[in-house]
C-alpha cells in the first residue's frame, strides 16, 4: 500500500502561494491538498478553482487533491475540473444526488473522493466504493487547520479499511495529523494522510515531511 502525504496548502503563506506550493512538493509531498470552504456549508470561507488555475499556469504539475466543503456541490466540480484538480472529494450530505455528483466528477476526467465527518458513520461511504478512489475520513470537524486529531476516529478508520476489502479506493485521513499520531492512523488502516500545520508551521518543509514519513516506516 503507498504512503501518501499530502500538505493542506490551507495553513501555507498565501502571499506566496506559488513558491509555498513548489517548496513542499520539492521537499516530498506527494499531493497537494487543496482545502475549498464557501463559508455556509463550514464556517470558512478559503479558495477557488482560479487559485487552481494559477497554480497550473505557474507551472505546478503534480497531483492537486481537491477538498470541497461546499454545499452545493456540483457546479464547484465542473470548475474545479476545468481549473485541473485531479481528485474531487466532496461531503455527501452537501449534495441533493451523490451518485450523480461522483459521476459529474469521472465524466469530467477527475477521480473521486468521498469525505465522511466526525459525526458521520462509515456507511455514508459504503454504497459508493464501487465507484470512488478515495475515501476522506475528518479526523476534526471540518473548517479550519491547527485543530487536535480526534482519536476517536481510529476504530472507523479501520471499518473503512475492511469496508474497502481489495478495491483500489485510498484512505485518506483528513485533520491534526502529526507524527506523533500519523503511525497510529496507519495502523489503523489510512494510507493516505493530509498535513497542513504539521508541515507549514514549522518552517523546515523537508524535516517535517521527513519526520511524517518515518513515523509510518
Ligand atoms: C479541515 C481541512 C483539513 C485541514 C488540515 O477542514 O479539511 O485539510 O486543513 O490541517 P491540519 O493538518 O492543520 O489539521
Ligand atoms: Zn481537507
Not at 499530502?6 to 506559488?18: Q, T, V
Amino acid at each position: 500500500m503507498n504512503k501518501i502525504i499530502a500538505p493542506s496548502i490551507l495553513s501555507a503563506n498565501f502571499a506566496k502561494l506559488g513558491d509555498e506550493v513548489r517548496s513542499v512538493l520539492d521537499a516530498g509531498a506527494d499531493w497537494i491538498h487543496f482545502d475549498v470552504m464557501d463559508n455556509h456549508y463550514v464556517p470558512n470561507l478559503t479558495i477557488g478553482p482560479m487559485v487552481c488555475k494559477s497554480l497550473r499556469e505557474f507551472g505546478i504539475k503534480d497531483f492537486i487533491d481537491v477538498h470541497l466543503m461546499v454545499e452545493p456541490v456540483d457546479d464547484l466540480v465542473k470548475m474545479f475540473a476545468d481549473a485541473g484538480a485531479d481528485l474531487i472529494s466532496f461531503h455527501p450530505n452537501a449534495t441533493a444526488n451523490v451518485s450523480e455528483t461522483i459521476n459529474k466528477i469521472k465524466d469530467l476526467g477527475c477521480q473521486a473522493g468521498i469525505a465522511i465527518n466526525p459525526e458521520e458513520e462509515v456507511t455514508v461511504a459504503e454504497q459508493y466504493l464501487e465507484d470512488i478512489d478515495l475515501v476522506l475520513l475528518m479526523s476534526v470537524n471540518p473548517g479550519f487547520g491547527g485543530q487536535s486529531f480526534i482519536s476517536s476516529q481510529l476504530g472507523k478508520i479501520t471499518r473503512i479499511r475492511e469496508m474497502i476489502g481489495d478495491r483500489s479506493v485510498e484512505l485518506m485521513v483528513d485533520g491534526g495529523v502529526k507524527p506523533s499520531n500519523i503511525a497510529e492512523a496507519f495502523k489503523a488502516g489510512a494510507n493516505a494522510f493530509v498535513a497542513g500545520s504539521a508541515i507549514f508551521t514549522g518552517g523546515d518543509y523537508k524535516a517535517s515531511i521527513k519526520a511524517l514519513r518515518d513515523a509510518v516506516n
